[in-house]
Each structure stands twice: as structure tokens, then as C-alpha cells.
């Protein structure tokens, strides 16, 4: 554009930072702060992501052309909300240019379906536009780079079927927002409401807290008395500290404008960590203008270490406020807090839980160790991308048509969606509903995210498919379970203690504890082991603590219909600070009063649609299953009628009192071994009850993951462990529900009466979601009693796994029974097994050798079947891919078989279903493969080690260039620079090596010790973590750790790829 020459020249800048932390030189700085407002001369990348863009990579600079235009200096910025719709008449680009306020001023127009927003809403596409756009503004973004916070957000918005807009404002962009005319052009987009996220990064060199560690530095220029600047700076220092205190105000004001107008902002500084051995250094989070920000826009923040994601070396303590939704899950909520000296006590915890560099001094190269860190890491940008998409399908705005779902204004969704979980399709044909109240059905304040004990730094995570998971023992978010003993947020002792003792002083007194733990291991009860007396002397002991503790309600009572002792359950969660202990008996909708199936009254969060039938919902006959065995369900009928969880009512009388909510639904039978029924309650079919039903929750089991984590944490500890396992009886029958909504759940056998259920029942969806939150409550009580003692307990619905270790295992499993079993929860003492072998949920536990395998059983199933189908040559896809999924589910156990699966799910989908097809070879050759490695007992695999801390030993690097190969590298592990590191570089040719450029070559080095590095190339990461190789693992039984860095942190040794020897020995060579 010629009008980019005719702009004034911009002033040389000498230093820059990769998240744009503007730094000048002192000339340059006084011509900036002297120079009159004029605009930029250099132009916003606007990048923008069509629908159907399937690409895996962002777009460069070409791409994005052809995509979007550039937007001149002298253009109005604000054309950019039009400028990318798809289809805009050349006429239409015309009018914007001419209008500055086109754009946002635009109204919607039928002739190619194009469409603009009005002055008061944002821009969103019409019924015939496509999908909705993410307009995001991103302010101090530094240079582009790969893995950054938009790169995320576009692979995010590919997967959601989002169209992305990112703005960015950076220095390194050819932007400077000190200057009065980019500011300017800034806050007027702001304040018409062209986006719906503002992310600002002011630059934070100059409050940074390394400039108080000694005198070799860069010296500070503001402290907590003079948080603006010392008022004895003179020249260059104080130009710089007048250039941040600019455009930290200015990023305030940004935010500020952005929640005005309507949009959510998130800002991001260094947490304030209060005074130093040599003073009080200053903080953002200090000035009276970011406090009154978060006080006008109701703003939340936390605070965060940058190493609580895997991989990242470095602490770097970090706060971000904003308005963005869940905040609150990236870290510990609340302001910084001091003592009296004005040392730092929280909310971040003393210790992030991981061994780090510190972040004081130069490197190798003569850099500050701190320039690195102003990046942010991969792992954080993809954390603050998922946030950022979360919140936008959260705010996405959907209106309800007779013809199409379009996106415009209107209600909002109010659905949450994970990444990779809900599709934006799916959130967007969710029915509109009222907004959540923060206060719950009783008045009462609804907990929020992040409260309970929780644990000190990250919890337990693991690596399971090349992706990072989070531990789950199956008792919820807010269980400290989730965390190593050693790391967890603990109870008022006193209180625990006393449980303990009084619990274990009345178990000892009446059992020989080691004794009847190797029996249930041994399975040797059908009954408990706990007589009556036994349980109630524990439950008076637990009351009467409960009391002496200040819970002046505590009570044995079992609410009716209920074997457990709700009330005094929620007690004692409520004095462990536990955030759900309200449902349990206090709440209106509690387990002892009777929680909803969601027709009446509301679930919490999560749903999924069910395939809608035609027809009014009505009565169903029941199925054949049931009515064959008329007799024998009528007899179980009546027992749980004597447990109180189903009454016998006229049907006249029935409907006299439910009217339209009293539904009879069909019910079948299942037989089960003891010939005994499982009744099926279909609430889906006829009915119709189940497709209204929004179950906006869920819930995460444990399973393998979760097992080898244990197993390594005991490993790493080096204990010898001791587990037992044990099942709940009628679980999915315990949690009671709501007596409005009992008509939901009848059934009948004959004549003219029908059964109601007071209790949950199989077919019925919230079930298992009532008894999920139910059990967690107990499963937390548990380790709430068991404090930091190393004790693990997992929870499968309705089965647990204790795993315990030392002098006092026993205690500890033997406790945690008999306080569910005072409490009056109902096991089933025959399935108890347990020791140092044992299965659990169809996986077998190796605990002597920290092993986790497939039960025998499931591996002889999976053989006879393989090989029955190889006999055959060909196999009913509808079988086929019935097996597939149990296969998934076992191979979960033994990762290096799990890649063999991918051709057998490509081939399961290309195929027509319910079809009978002849075996490929592929296919053959991969089940014969496989059955003949379960068949020879290849069934177990090792759960690996923790891994602890690990040194650098060398770094390397590779040239190739035709026959031109090179190789170079140098030992940094006892180096403090390159002149004193070995080092060497070769030359690979056909003489010294001709195995190298021989094909097929089976003389290949084999690695006899499991490698952990660091590669400048993201592909091997990938193919090393999906397990697309097995080379490593099969060969060495070991796995390959292999993590991406820059290529920037690896110039010494691409220098000696290139004949470059200038700083190193050759005497060390």
C-alpha cells in the first residue's frame, strides 16, 4: 500500500521479548515519550479460520492473505468486523471504507446472506452465514511463534466449527499502544463491541522480582512505597518506568472498556509475593486502579505456579484476573495475603511440589535466565485456549426457529463445554434456559470451584495415549485423594485424630484386625464381620465426637427409606470443610429428603440428547423377560418394600395424586447367577422420561491410569503395599428421590395396582449420578480420617479399591470399612478380595511387582474369540465391533498393543454395519498377532516409575543436506560454560559410515537404557507419545520420554553442525 511509505519511519528498537516486553534504548525512549501522536506505520495481522479449514497448522503469512486483507495504516481499524465476512459485495467494502462506523453500524441483509451486527450487538452470522466468529483481541502478544495462546485457539476452533478473528497488538507486530493514535484506534474498537474476549499481557519486566536478588543486575526502579517509580529516577530508568506505568494504565483501561462494553477480558501479571530479604518489591496487583477493576466488573483471580503443568521448568508464579468463566479452575483463588512483616502466605502454597531451577543470573550464552520465561509455555497456552473457547460456546448466543438453530442475539447458553467433549453443533441446538443462580434451591451460597482441603501444587496426573490426564480416585474435584498423601491439605488434627482413636480403640476392643483383614482378602465372609453391638458403640463414639466438636445437630437417625446414617455423614464432611455436605441431608433436595430425575426440577450441568420419538409419552407394556417371571419380580418386589424403597398404590389413587406425571413404563427382567432378577426400568421408550432428562453433570471413574499411578507412587516411596477391594450392595437403590417425581418411576406387574420407587432404579439415567455424589461424600469422609498417611482409595461406581502400605495397613483399610459400615452403608461381603494380587474392575494387580494386566479370564475370552474368527474368515461387523470396544477397554492395560488397534477401528468404520464380511489380510495378521501374544501369557505389563529429577547431560543436533551429514553436540551436565564442556563434530560420510546411506540395513544400534530429551521437532514428540513407534518400548520394555523446546535453546550445537568452534575448547574436543 503506497500509504505505508508515506508514513513517518517508527524508531529503531534494540532490544525485544518474545511476549513483546517493550524494551528502548535511552534515545529511543525519549523520542517515543516526545514525539506527537501520529498513527503506526506497520499493520495488525488479522487472522482469520474458515470453517472448513481442515488444516492442522496455522496459517502463515500468505494464507492468512488469501483469507483476510491487511489492514494499512491509514485504514480504519474498525472495517475489520466486516471485512472478513465471506461473500461481501465490493459495493459493501466501499461503504465501509468510506463510513468508519460501517461496520459496526451495519444491519443485516438477505442478498447473499451476508450479515453485519447493529451499533449495540456484536457481529454474528445469519441462518445462512455458517458458523458464529470468535473476535479476540490480544494486547502485548509478542512474536508469532508456534504452540503460542491463537495457535491453540485455532486448532480449538477447527474442532468446534468456529470461525476465529484474532487482533493482535504487539511491538514485535509493528504496533505500539504508548502511541496516541494506536490507543486510540484500540479503545474505539473496544468500546463498539467488536470482540468477545480482551487477553492482555502488559509488559512486567520492570516489577520484576529478580532485580532485588543481588547487585549484578539490572537494579529496581519502583518498590511497594513507590510502586509508580522512585521519585529520584532521572533519564533512561525513568523514561522506562514512565513507558510501563503507561502501559500498564492503558491495559486497565482496555479491560475496563471491555467489560463495559459487554466482552470478557483476562489479564495477566506476576503474582505479588511480597517483601524480599532487601525490600519490598513492587506489584501491579499493589495499585489501587487494578483492585477497583476487579471490584467494578465483579472479576475473579487466582493465582498459579507455570510448573503445575507437566514438562514446564519453571515455577514462575503467575495471577490472572478477568471475567472469563471457570477462572478459578487455572489455580488458588483469592488476593495476596501477608503477615505482619509483609511476608507472603498465600493463597499460592509455600511449595509448588517439584524440584526447580532458579531463575536468578545468566546461562551459558550470557542471557538472563528470566528472558526465556517471558513466553509463556505450551502447556499454559493450551490451558488458557481451552479456557478461552470454554467460555465462548458458554456465552454463545442462540436464538429458536421453526426452520434452522441460528446464532444470533438472543438467550444464552448456559451449558459448559469441554474441549473434545461437546461439539459446538451440540451447544448450539441446546434449548435456551434461565440463567444458574449462585444460590441453591434452599438460599444458601452454591460452593465454588476450588472449594475443600484439596492438596499442596498440581494433584496426580498421567500419560495414557500421548495425552496428559488428570488422576480421578473417583470421589470428585474436591477430594484430596487426588493428590499424594504426603501433599495433602489435611483436616483440623484434633479432630481427625480423635475419630481415629475412638473409632480403632472400639475395633480392636471387640476384633483381631489383621486377622479379619487377610479373611475378607481371602473372601471368607458372606456377612459382616461387625456384629450390631459393634457398630453401634462405633456410631455412639462417632456422635458423641461429632458433638464435642462443635456439631450441635449430630445424630444417629437413618432417615426413612435410607440405610444410611445421612445426617451424621454430613456433620462430620461439614466440620472437614468439605463443599458438598449440604446434599446429604440439610438441603430440600438432599439423599435424605429426596433428590429430582430431572423432569421437575433441575440437574447440574451436563446432558445428552436422546433420539426423539414421535407421540405423546404414555404407559408401555412390559417385556417378554418380565412377564415369564411375574412371580419371582413380584416376590423381589415386596422385599424392597420391606427396605422401604418401593410401595404397592391403585392405580385410581395413583393417578388421583400424580395426575400426568405418573407414568407406567415397561420393565424386563434379567436373570442373574443366584437366579435371582435384575429389573429394568425402561424410562426412555413409551415413557418418554429419559430424552427429558438434561443429567448436566458427570462424573470420572478411575482405571488403569490410576492403578499404574499408584502403584509407581509406591514405588517411588519404596513401601511394600497391601489392597482390598469391596463392593456396595443395591448402590444404585440408596440415593432417595424426590416424592413429587415418584410417579416418574412406576411399574406394574398385574391387576389394578402399580408399583412406585422411592429410590433410584436401573434404567433410569440419574441414578448413577445420585449415587456418584453420594459415594464421594463417604469416599472423601474416609480420607479425611486417614490425613496424610499413604492410603489410596479408588471408586468405580459402586466398587472400591483400598491400597495402603506399612506397619498399620491394616488399621487404615479395616477403618475405612467399618466407618461405611457404622454409617449404615449396605456392602456385599462376598465380593470382597484383596492381598498382594488381586482383580478389580476387570483389571488384574500385581502390587509385589508393580504390574497391571488383564484378567485371565478376559485374556482367554479374547483368544477363543480371535480364534474363532480366523477359523471362520470372516466376522459380523456388528460382533466386530462389539469386540473392538472390549479390546479397547483391555488394552488400556498393555499400551504397546494399543496401536495395533488403529487398522481395526479404520476398518470397523469404513465398512457397511450389519453385514457379514471376509477378514483382510491386514486385519488377519494383526488378531493372529495378537491372540498368539495373549496366548503365550503376554498379558501383564509394567507400570513404569515416577519420573524424578533429571539432569541435562548433553545436548546435539543433525545436518543433512544431500550426502552432506553432519553431526554435533556438547556435555552440559558438569559444564558451567561451552569452553569447559566436551564437545565434537563429525562429518558422516560413505567412508566413515557408509551404513548411513545404505537402505535396509539391519545392523542398527539398539538403546540398552530408557532415553528422556528434548527435540526442536514437534512431529517426533507426537509419533513418541501416540505411540506410533514401539521400537523403544518393545525392544527395551522401557518408554521413551521425548518433549519439545525451541530450537533457539539449542544454538551452541548447531553451530558445531556448522563448522562454527568459536567458544569451545579444542582440547576438550
Known sequence: NPKVGEARRRPRRVLRQPLGKSQFSPEDASKVLSCPPALSAGCRRIHILQADDSSGEPPDDHAAAEHSSSLTADDSVQKSVSIFLKGSSNSDLERNRSDPRAASEATSTAKDGQTAASAGCKAVPAATSGPPTFNVLYLFSGKKRKADVRWYLQKLCRQHKVKLMVQEFDLCNGNDLSMEGDWIKVLDLIENKSFDLVFSTPPCIDFSRARWANKRGPQPSRSKQHPWGYPWLKGWPKQKAALANLLFKRSVKACHAAHQAGARFLK?????????????????????????????????????HQCRWPKVDMRKPTRLMGTVSNLRSMGHAGWPSFDKLGYYIGPLPRRCGHNRNALMGRDLAGNFRTAPTAAYPPQMCSALADLFMEDFLLHAVVVRSAGTLTPTVGEQVQESVRKKQVLLKSALQVEAEEAESDFDEDGFPKPKFGAGLWGHGPPLSYVESGKLKPFSDGCGLCSPGRWEPERRQVVEPTLADEVRAGL?????????VKRVLFQLACNQFTSSPFEEALLLEGIETFVSLLRKHGAAGASADVPPGQPVRLPALESFLQLCGDPDFRVFHSSSRSFSKGVTLGILGKLPRRWRKYPEEEGEPGDGDNYVSARDSLDSMKKQFEEERALGAMREVLEVEARKEYGSNLLIAPIGAIEKADASFRVIHDGTHKVKISPRIRARDQHKCPGTGELKTVMRSSKKACKSVFGLTGDVKRAHRLPRVWQAEWGLQACKLSGDTVWLNEVGTFGMGPAAYHWARESSGMGRACLYLMQNRWFYQLLYADDFNWVSSGAFAGDDIMLAIFFLCLLGVPMSWKKFHGGLQYEWVGYWSDLRHRRLCISKGRADWLVRWMSKALVAGSVCIEEFKSVLGR?????????????????????????????????PVMIRLILIYLKDRLKEGSRTAPCGCCQGITKEHFRADAKADGEDVKIGGWECLDADSTGKARWFSEVIARENAPWVFEAGNTEEPRALLTLGGSTDNLGNKFVVAKLQTTKYPLVSGEGLDLQWVPRLQNIEADQLTNGDFRGFDPALR
Open 504 to 512: 480403632l480403640k472400639v475395633l480392636r476392643e471387640k476384633l483381631n
Open 887 to 919: 479390546m479397547g477397554f483391555a488394552m488400556r492395560a498393555l499400551e504397546t498393543f494399543r496401536p495395533f488397534l488403529g487398522p481395526l477401528y479404520a476398518w470397523s468404520s469404513a465398512v457397511p454395519a450389519r453385514t457379514s464380511l471376509p477378514l
Open 268 to 304: 495477566e501479571h506476576p503474582e505479588d509475593l511480597g517483601r524480599v530479604t532487601s525490600g519490598e518489591p513492587a506489584s501491579t496487583w499493589q495499585f489501587p486502579c487494578t483492585r477497583q477493576l476487579a471490584e467494578d466488573s465483579n472479576a475473579d483471580t487466582v493465582a498459579l
